[in-house]
């Protein structure tokens, strides 16, 4: 069973990046797929980033484009989430989620449905 913890959050400010990592733990095979989700006081976690199954694919939210990049080798070191030019609406609560099933490309990792494991969360906030 996948465990996933997050670290490396604070409080930054507006225009600053920030990088965020998620050690997972309890997981055999070094292949999975990660997606980074935010998720902002009294709203809905939106989708922030993510990766595929190996590695070899990413997906970010159009908001992130440009201004994110997450990465994860085939080892047992934690994911990573740069985020650059942070914006004050971007604070919140920082999630990663992981699918340990193999499915092709990005295997769906916007779907917040398709992680079957989350971390505890990170706040990151983003002072203007």
């Known amino acids: 069973q996948m465990q996933l913890v997050e670290s490396g959050g604070g409080l930054v400010q507006a225009g600053d990046s920030l990088r965020l990592s998620c050690a997972v733990v309890g997981h055999r095979n070094s292949d999975y797929a990660m997606g980074w989700f935010r998720q902002a006081p009294g709203k809905e976690r939106e989708f922030v980033g993510g990766?595929?199954?190996?590695?070899?694919?990413?997906k970010y939210a159009d908001d992130m484009k440009g201004r994110c990049t997450i990465s994860r080798d085939n080892t047992n070191n934690p994911g990573t989430l740069q985020m650059n030019s942070l914006k004050p609406e971007e604070t919140g609560e920082y999630y990663c989620?992981?699918?340990?099933?193999?499915?092709?490309?990005?295997?769906?990792?916007?779907?917040?449905?398709?992680?079957?494991?989350w971390g505890q969360g990170i706040q990151v906030t983003v002072s203007s």
């Open positions: 989620g992981g699918d340990p099933i193999q499915r092709p490309g990005t295997g769906g990792v916007e779907a917040a449905w398709r992680l079957g494991y």
């Open positions: 990766i595929g199954w190996s590695a070899g694919t990413q």
